[in-house]
């Protein structure tokens, strides 16, 4: 069981940003991957990003591509969450979860994480 605790939400402008942290505690040596999905207020929760944790690869959805930024600091067990260029779509909240194993690279876009936190809510206003 890893325990997750995100911070760093919060109301900011259209065209604003904000850093999103998730630090992870407990049994972290399993960790595999960890990643960040959102929901929306009546949406299905969807994948945004994800990186392996040894080997720093990233992962990100096309909704996200080139505006967030995913990255870990191994020492702190910690993952971040950098948002850039935020738009009203981006309204959601924000979730870290940990993934322990996986049998494809299709799976690190899934919700079916292993372990997850209790969000973040993130509100772009107009």
């Known amino acids: 069981q890893v325990q997750l605790v995100e911070s760093g939400g919060g109301l900011v402008q259209a065209g604003g940003s904000l850093r999103l942290s998730c630090a992870a505690s407990?049994?972290?040596?399993?960790?595999?991957?960890m990643g960040w999905f959102r929901q929306a207020p009546g949406k299905e929760r969807e994948f945004a990003a994800a990186?392996?944790?040894?080997?720093?690869?990233?992962y990100y959805a096309d909704s996200v591509k080139g505006r967030f930024a995913i990255s870990r600091d191994i020492a702190k067990n910690t993952v971040y969450l950098q948002l850039n260029s935020l738009t009203p779509e981006d309204t959601a909240v924000y979730y870290c979860?940990?993934?322990?194993?996986?049998?494809?690279?299709?799976?690190?876009?899934?919700?079916?994480?292993?372990?997850w936190g209790q969000g973040t809510q993130v509100t772009v206003s107009s």
């Open positions: 979860a940990a993934v322990n194993r996986i049998t494809s690279l299709a799976e690190l876009v899934s919700p079916a994480y292993d372990d």
């Open positions: 407990g049994r972290t040596f399993s960790v595999y991957a």
């Open positions: 990186i392996r944790w040894s080997a720093g690869f990233t």
